[in-house]
Every structure is written in C-alpha cells, then in structure tokens.
C-alpha cells in the first residue's frame, strides 16, 4: 500500500509526497524504499520537465509541453500505483535517477 501511496501522492503533492514517505519508510520496508525513490526521481526529472518547458515559453513551444508533461505524470503515475499494489516494482521510462 505504501508504495502506491508514493507513486499516487506524486499526482498531487509533486515530488514532496514521495519524499515524505521515502523518509518514513525507507528503513522498514526495502520495497516501500525502492518505489518511493522510483517515484521522487521521477517527480524530480518531471520538475526539470517543467523548468525547460518554463524556459521554452519565451518561443511558444513551451505552452505545448505543460500539458504533455501533465498528462505523462497522470499516466505514469497511476500506472506505477497500479504495479506497486500488484507488488511488482515499476520503473518510469524516462526518469533520471538522481536519488540512488
């Protein structure tokens, strides 16, 4: 439950909801460790995601990427959910692993 709760918060709380539960669980469960440090490095890349996106608006094709970035967040994330409460570890295709 926990590791869905880490990929799921990423939809609301950005990369602060992974962060809190990776702090609050990486001891106990190494599962609920690796998802929630899966799911920050992609909250992460997706903040970078959107900094670029920011930069890009002064030429006009940055207002395309705020709601593609969006979307991919939605999607991935509740796909990550869906696998972590399966009990099978996801891995974001394009996330940076900044967190190790």
Same mark, same amino acid.
């Given at each position: ?5 880490a ?5 609301? =709380? ?12 990486? #001891? ?9 440090? #899966? ?10 995601? =959107? ?11 940055? =207002? ?11 999607? =991935? ?8 409460? #399966? ?13 190790k």
């Amino acid at each position: 439950m926990w590791g869905m709760l880490a990929h799921l918060s990423g939809i609301i =709380f950005g990369f602060v909801g992974p962060l809190v539960i990776w702090l609050i669980q990486k #001891e106990t469960m190494p599962f609920v460790n690796d998802q929630a440090k #899966e799911a920050l490095n992609w909250q992460i890349t997706l903040v970078i995601g =959107f900094v670029a996106a920011g930069v890009l608006s002064f030429v006009g094709i940055g =207002f395309i990427l705020y709601p593609a970035l969006a979307i991919l967040n939605l999607v =991935f994330c509740i796909m990550g959910g869906m696998k972590a409460n #399966e009990g099978t570890a996801y891995r974001y295709p394009f996330s940076l692993k900044l967190v190790k």
